[in-house]
């Protein structure tokens, strides 16, 4: 454990001192230094901090959600042509066809979980500051205060109380006393329901009715259900600031998913057909209509009607006739054949001589002899 407190040390400075300069930014607009509320709000801004930090986080990870959940039949249908092969060749053929899919479509099931993953270390660093150095339960220099977080910082922190309970309060260590349990139990039932909400609008409102289908859909709600659960077990064993970091982390997780998923839902979810429907109320309360209608109600008549224009055009659209290929052995004979056909051929002289030679001539003397009688 000291192993990993010490690679922890310089996240620890960071929330240290970033929990530090919010106090003081409290303690400038008037607020008790020493009181509970002021170093809960430190807490507050150190949340709001580091949340504003992993926004480029939390946009990579709507994407990659998204685009798991447009893949989610191809991924479907690469399950069922697998489906009840047990041997290795069929296990590595699926395998591979499915990160293809991710590859190219350049995401991961594991890109949803970034913000979670990412603040961790955050949670622990946390935790190290109030458990560690508030209840001073040691530390791996010795020494308590860390970065702006002085040792009278430390104890003024470790003296205040938030309704009765301090800041590096348990559920379970807090004895006798009745209002660490209380705001413990509170803030646990708090982030479960943030958190089982957050997973419930994400997987409900912004999912195309194909991605709720199959293994995978199951798969992602058990875990909406199972998952805010673990916090009941492993709740009591946080201090109140941690409980209260992380209730506000889900906030603001709840809050940032819902104006995204309102403002550009995923392409066929429920959340888009909602987005389409308040544009059109809109449009119509603007008195955005054309002849009664809405917009949208005109823009789909303007292309029906461009469509039955196009169509009749096509249809009074008369046919041209195809040439047909000639043989060209054909038309070279039907040109030879009109070539020796033509006036003052050999032919037409020689047809005409032998049937001038048959008719009887017009020219004096020349009649024809009668049978029989020979000229001398």
């Known amino acids: 454990m000291e192993t990993l407190y010490s690679l922890l040390w310089p996240l620890e400075w960071v929330v240290a001192n970033i929990m530090v300069l919010v106090h003081q930014g409290l303690d ?8 509970g509320l002021t170093w809960a709000l430190s807490i507050v801004g150190l949340t709001v901090v580091i949340r504003v930090l992993l926004i480029p986080v939390f946009v990579r990870q709507i994407k990659a959600q998204r685009a798991m959940q447009m893949i989610a039949p191809e991924l479907r249908a690469v399950q069922d042509k697998y489906k009840g092969k047990k041997d290795q060749v069929s296990r590595e053929a699926m395998t591979k ?26 949670f622990f660093a946390l935790f190290q500051v109030l ?40 559920f379970l260590k ?17 982030m479960v329901s943030t ?35 673990v916090f009941v077990l492993s709740g009591p064993n946080f201090p109140i600031g941690v409980l209260i970091y992380w209730t506000v982390s889900n906030m603001w997780s709840m809050g940032q998913q819902f104006y995204v998923i309102r403002m550009n839902p995923t392409p066929g979810s429920a959340a888009a057909t909602a987005l389409l429907e308040r544009q059109t109320e809109k449009a119509a309360r603007k008195g ?11 823009r789909l008549d303007e292309e029906a009607e461009a469509a039955a224009v196009a169509e009749e055009k096509r249809a009074r659209q008369r046919t ?20 020796s056909d ?35």
């Open 195 to 229: 958190s089982f909400f957050s997973q419930r609008q994400l997987t409900m409102k912004n999912m195309p009715p194909s991605a709720l289908e199959g293994p995978m859909a199951q798969q992602q709600k058990m875990l909406m259900y199972i998952l805010p659960f």
């Open 131 to 170: 458990n560690r150095r508030l209840e001073g339960n040691g530390t791996v220099s010795g020494s308590k205060s860390i970065g702006l977080l002085s040792d009278t910082l430390l104890e003024q922190a470790s003296q205040a109380t938030l309704f009765g309970a301090k800041l590096s309060s348990t």
């Open 342 to 376: 033509g006036p003052g051929s050999p032919s037409e002289s020689s047809d005409t001589s032998s049937l001038d030679s048959d008719l009887p001539s017009d020219k004096p003397g020349d009649e024809a002899d009668p049978p029989g009688i020979k000229t001398t």
């Open 288 to 298: 955005l209509t054309i002849d009664g209608r809405t917009l949208e109600q005109a």
């Open 174 to 190: 807090s004895g006798d006393q009745i209002e660490p349990k209380i705001i413990a139990a509170v803030l646990i039932v708090s």
């Open 97 to 122: 066809e499915t990160m293809e899919l991710y590859s190219k479509h350049k995401t991961n099931p594991f890109s949803s979980c970034l913000p979670l993953l990412m603040q961790t270390p955050v």
């Open 28 to 35: 400038f607009l008037g607020m008790d230094p020493a009181s």
């Open 320 to 339: 041209q006739p195809k040439r047909k290929k000639r043989n060209k052995a054909a038309t070279s004979a039907t040109a030879a054949d009109a070539t």
